[in-house]
């Protein structure tokens, strides 16, 4: 019987090269697009499930009220680690982690820079990092131990033995390598290097900075056996080590498991919602299953609309004794052996895209033939296609009764509502949501990158302070400025595009008690006005030669002065972390954080801050000068003042530009799944389209001997379509808007849903529509009458 599938399958391909190919196409397109998604799908759930101890491994949060709701964050107090190992004997180890900026590593007269983490002890005994050689639990045991991925120990060593060997950081103490892991997998939220040991961080910066700070992020991992539930109000008694402010507060830590990082992670007021990436995952598992379902609907509607070529094949299999079932076994395993060959279609399409699909997703993501779960998921899925393809089919054709498909009296094309009809709406509701929500992620895009910033970013580059930059910083200014490389020059906490420190308790005249405002800290030291291109409303900018206690002065904005409600703010002081600054400037808001939030009470504090120190130089270029020209010079003073660093610049525009990636993705990778959804439809529809024109053609045959014209037989046989796509609009338009309005709650600054976007998609439907059936309804149009009413 197999056999003789193979032969019918064959035997049909060559009489219907056109159909079977489309056939085939449509239905390798639609599996190729969900293998590609449940990649993703796949990678994104697996995040950091590859720890032996995963389900004892748990990150501490923060939990407190500020302005009027409970906010929860992932960092807490560099404290929190060694006191939940040493006084809660339900914890095994504890282990903080601060994430390090470029470091300048030396061996011999090699230097790179790279980027890493300093961690505690217990780091790599709580997370399964496989390592190529040293001993997790001993490998960061001494000040001056460091542990080095393997691509690292490659780019330093070479093909050299790296175990034991020294390295010289920030040209100032050696370390010698203890250990060395394989490369970190691509499903892992930690991203490192090397790493430090915690006790080496004496030698630098990130000392325990007390109770009041919490930017440390903090993991656990409990001992076997140990019940969570029991054990995470237990943790609620770190609370006596707050600050009586914060116990006020209602201030709280708790404990959230390895399993809900990567997906989950939202709060709101303080509880974990339905939101985080899990939505994200779980909207593209949706679109993948309909995808796959568009494509079967595809291969129901082809195979159906040919009905008539294989009606009598039934007919006279039935005559000399076939059984429905055994016609409709025959015609499931036509449709998995059809299913199987567009599988392997599916996978060159996927090995073919999968280095431009990474790239667009900023993943590593591949078909792993190596492992044997591929082997059985794979037969799985085409066995899975095959049989939803060819249900309908089957069924549909072996249902046919002997007399009537004989006689031709069988069919019934004009039926108000067929089965391919409905599936032709479902079709293109799926394409035409897909159209309308793509519409409108690329108007939030744009509605938040046509937002005013509040600086000017032309021409403005930052570089971080490193090596002999902070020594040396007065002279790299005047330099620049005094050979007209840069018009002005300033030194900050951090770029313009990024809050590096927040927090509240601030103190100032007139100051409501049960005010919990949270204020944006900045820190500059003069000229940050000009050199961003700040806008001043009241005061004026740092001036430390001319005004020198601007030391510890403070700029406000406007949403700052909201909060403060001063009427005359110059003059007026405000305390925060130990220091009474003086405001003598105010300035329009301008975006620090995200775009798609309003922005933010900000404090840009002056350069005696004890708890911020300048880690940016902010560089605005001459505008006169090419930007090449001004960057080769710049490079040049940079190598004379730092000469063991490299000169590692980043234009303020292209790091504004970063905020939009993720929407700037999402909304591609809708575009591209819209398109391949209306492709198929498409497909779906041809096949309607020349189903109609097959059962119509002796109806059309008498409508030309009486006179009708081709446009009028070519709009008789549109306009049905037409009706079925303005149905499918119908019922998509409710559903994108709903789904739409859900997505653009998450942003504060958003986009207002307008009508013309479903009139546009309405439109787009109807056009492509009436383009796919066009060539059929014009070639059944122009056929003789003679050819086709002469077997009458």
Request: net charge positive; with cysteine.
């Amino acid at each position: 019987m197999i056999r003789n599938i193979f032969k019918l399958v064959y035997r049909n391909f060559l009489h219907n090269k056109g159909f079977s190919a489309i056939n085939i196409i449509g239905l390798a397109i639609g599996m190729a697009a969900a293998i590609l998604i449940m990649l993703w799908i796949q990678n994104e759930a697996s995040y950091d499930e590859f720890h032996a101890h995963k389900d004892r491994i748990y990150e501490v949060w923060n939990r407190v009220p500020i302005e009027g709701k409970v906010t929860c964050w992932n960092s807490v107090s560099s404290l929190t680690g060694p006191i939940l190992e040493k006084d809660f004997p339900e914890v095994e180890r504890a282990a903080r982690v601060k994430l390090n900026s470029n470091f300048l590593f030396s061996v011999n007269d090699k230097k790179v820079m790279k980027s890493g983490a300093t961690v505690d002890t217990g780091f790599l005994q709580i997370f399964s990092f496989p390592m190529l050689k040293g001993n997790p639990a001993t490998a960061l045991n001494d000040v001056h131990s460091i542990v080095l991925t393997e691509k690292m120990a490659k780019s330093l060593f070479g093909n050299e033995e790296a175990m034991g060997k020294i390295i010289k950081i920030e040209n100032r103490d050696n370390f010698t390598v203890t250990g060395v892991l394989k490369d970190l997998p691509g499903n892992t939220r930690f991203n490192f290097e090397y790493l430090l040991p915690w006790s080496s961080l004496k030698y630098g910066e990130g000392q325990d900075l007390g109770w009041n700070d919490n930017s440390t992020p903090t993991y656990v991992m409990l001992k076997p056996n140990v019940n969570y539930a029991a054990f995470a109000p237990k943790i609620k008694e770190l609370k006596q080590h707050y600050s009586s402010e914060a116990k006020m507060m209602k201030w709280e830590m708790f404990i959230y498991p390895l399993s809900r990082w990567r997906l989950y992670s939202s709060f709101t007021n303080g509880v974990e919602d339905n939101g985080g990436r899990n939505t994200f995952v779980s909207i593209f598992g949706i679109i993948a299953g309909l995808i796959l379902l568009i494509a079967c609907i595809n291969f129901m509607n082809l195979s159906t609309a040919r009905s008539e070529k294989r009606a009598k094949e039934v007919g006279i299999r039935k005559v000399v004794g076939a059984g429905k079932s055994a016609l409709i076994s025959q015609f499931i395993a036509e449709s998995v052996l059809i299913a199987f060959l567009a599988g392997i279609i599916a996978i060159i399409i996927v090995q073919i895209s999968l280095p431009g699909y990474n790239e667009l997703v900023e993943k590593k993501l591949f078909i792993d033939f190596g492992n044997v779960y591929t082997w059985v998921i794979f037969p799985g899925f085409v066995l899975f296609t095959g049989l939803l393809a060819g249900s309908y089919p089957a069924f549909f054709l072996s249902s046919f009764q002997p007399v009537k498909v004989l006689k031709g009296t069988f069919k019934k094309a004009n039926a108000l509502v067929t089965p391919r009809k409905a599936l032709v709406v479902l079709q293109f509701t799926c394409a035409t949501m897909l159209i309308i929500c793509t519409i409108i992620v690329k108007q939030q895009i744009d509605y938040a990158t046509d937002r005013t910033t509040g600086y000017n970013r032309d021409n403005l580059i930052y570089h971080f302070m490193t090596g002999d930059i902070p020594k040396n910083y007065t002279l790299i200014k005047n330099e620049l400025i005094q050979s007209g490389i840069a018009t002005s020059v300033t030194k900050t906490n951090s770029p313009l595009t990024e809050r590096w420190s927040n927090g509240w308790g601030q103190n100032w005249e007139g100051k409501d008690p049960n005010d919990k405002t949270s204020f944006d800290r900045y820190l500059s030291d003069e000229g940050l006005g000009v050199t961003a291109g700040l806008q001043f409303i009241k005061g004026r900018d740092f001036d430390l030669e001319k005004f020198p206690t601007d030391s510890t002065g403070l700029i406000i904005n406007e949403s700052s002065l909201k909060v403060m409600k001063f009427k005359d703010p110059l003059g007026k002081v405000v305390s925060d972390l130990g220091i009474d600054w003086h405001i003598v400037g105010v300035i329009k808001d301008f975006i620090l954080t995200s775009p798609y939030e309003p922005t933010r009470p900000i404090l840009i504090c002056g350069a005696k801050s004890r708890f911020m120190t300048f880690k940016v130089m902010q560089i605005k270029l001459n505008g006169n000068n090419a930007t090449t020209q001004n960057l080769k010079k710049a490079a040049a003073i940079f190598a004379r003042y730092n000469p063991d660093y490299p000169f590692e610049y980043k234009f303020v525009d292209e790091a504004y530009a970063e905020k939009f990636d993720n929407e700037r993705r999402q909304g591609t990778l809708a575009a591209l799944f819209a398109g391949l959804t209306i492709f198929i439809s498409c497909l779906g529809l041809f096949g309607l389209a020349t189903y109609m024109a097959e059962n119509r053609i002796k109806e059309i045959g008498v409508r030309k001997v009486l006179g009708a014209s081709v446009t009028s037989i070519t709009t008789l046989l549109s306009k049905d379509f037409v009706k079925l796509v303005i149905i499918s609009f119908l019922i998509a338009a409710p559903l994108a808007y709903w789904s739409m309005y859900k997505w653009l709650q998450n942003y504060e600054y958003r986009v207002s849903i307008q009508w013309w976007v479903f009139s546009l998609a309405c439109l787009l439907s109807v056009t492509i529509a009436i383009l796919t059936v066009s060539y059929q309804a014009i070639k059944a149009a122009l056929l003789n009458p003679v050819d086709s009413l002469k077997k009458e």
